[in-house]
């Protein structure tokens, strides 16, 4: 069994990564379950922040005014995720983001991914809401969301918990 991963969390515009753009970008790399490295960049996404968003990640206009555009750091952050697998929670949306950024710029991203919230939905049935928040306070774990590194560390312990239950089976 590997446990040599890399944990990934976006901040967004909004939902379609067609559309949208990313405002943020965060990740850890794990060897052998031990944090060796981490990446963490606001995006300046070259259009305004809505304030629903703001709200939401509390990233604002100001903040990404003097961050660098995406095209400055994508070579940097596919270089980072490698071929490491994927974890995160609900890691198809990022990983939709990052392929579709990745192919803009004319590289080809693909990667396997374990998903926490796939892993919630099949290991822990005694909770309603399987959301990272909901998560954290299930496993005790205290945290700030919907800031992209605060969320791949809440994800890093979630997945830390999934790997030590006896019925979890590592399946990159």
Known sequence: MT???????LETT??????DKIIEIAAI????????DRLETLINPERKISSHITGITGISND?????????EVINEVI??????TLVGHNISFDFRFIAKV???FGMRYNAGGID???????HIKDIGSRSLESLCEYFGIETIHHRAMADVMSTYEIFNRFIKMPEFIWKP
């Open 3 to 9: 446990n040599s991963y890399v944990v990934l969390d």
């Open 14 to 19: 909004g939902l379609s990564p067609c559309e």
């Open 29 to 36: 790399k794990c060897i052998n379950g031990e944090i060796v």
């Open 63 to 71: 903040m990404v005014s003097d961050a660098p555009i995406i095209s």
């Open 79 to 84: 270089d980072f995720l490698g071929d490491f």
């Open 102 to 104: 990745a192919g803009d």
């Open 116 to 122: 926490t919230l796939k892993l919630a939905k099949k």
